[in-house]
Each structure stands twice: as structure tokens, then as C-alpha cells.
Nanobody, 117 residues
Framework: QVQLVESGGGKVQAGGSLRLSCVVSGVIFSIDTMGWYRQAPGKQRELVAVITSGGTTNYVDFVKGRFTISRDNAKNTVYLQMDSLKPEDTAAYYC???????????WGKGTLVTVDS
């Protein structure tokens, strides 16, 4: 199995920055893709960014140029650097690990990001 623990959320003014971290433990070698998702109040959870085991990244349009996903394999950690934050970025942010071998998706408990206008 895989365990994920997020941190780094908080409250920031519009235009500010935050860096989220996701520490991964368990059957790490089985993970194919890591991702960050978010869920705003009253809305469905949505994809923000993903990074493959090979380091390829992909972003949804509304964060391109503002957010950066990265990984530090030595620390078993995935990051989401969020710059130029907007009030509409306010949401709970969740770390996800996808494993073909384990045939499943694993989720952290989330970390809350609040952006004030």
C-alpha cells in the first residue's frame, strides 16, 4: 500500500505563493504517477498537475505558468509550488498516487489553501 501526507497549506494574499509537500511512504516503487488535485467548497475534485515516474509533467490550463510540480526521490516527496495565487485557487489540495501494479489510486487527507483578495 501507499501512504501520503500533505503539508504546506495556509492563508495567503492574492499574488502570493505557497509550496505544498506530499511525503510518500509504503510501496513506493509501484507508483507510476503522482498528482495534485483540489476541491473547492461545493465543487467536484479536479486535477491540477501530474508528474510521472520519469519526470514528465502536465498541468491543467488554469494553473499553467503559475504552478510547478516536482519531485525529490531521495526524500520521497512531491511538491507543488504555487505562485501568483488567485482567490479562485482557494480549495483543499490533495496528493494522489496512481499505481498500475497495485491497481489503484491513493489519496492524502488534504491541506487547505485560502487565498484572500
Amino acid at each position: 500500500q501507499v501512504q501520503l501526507v500533505e503539508s504546506g497549506g495556509g492563508k495567503v494574499q492574492a499574488g502570493g505563493s505557497l509550496r505544498l509537500s506530499c511525503v510518500v511512504s509504503g510501496v513506493i516503487f509501484s507508483i507510476d504517477t503522482m498528482g495534485w488535485y483540489r476541491q473547492a467548497p461545493g465543487k467536484q475534485r479536479e486535477l491540477v498537475a501530474v508528474i510521472t515516474s520519469g519526470g514528465t509533467t502536465n498541468y491543467v490550463d488554469f494553473v499553467k505558468g503559475r504552478f510547478t510540480i516536482s519531485r525529490d526521490n531521495a526524500k520521497n516527496t512531491v511538491y507543488l509550488q504555487m505562485d501568483s495565487l488567485k482567490p479562485e485557487d482557494t480549495a483543499a489540495y490533495y496528493c494522489n498516487a496512481h499505481s498500475v501494479l497495485l491497481r489503484g489510486d491513493y489519496w492524502g487527507k488534504g491541506t487547505l489553501v485560502t487565498v484572500d483578495s
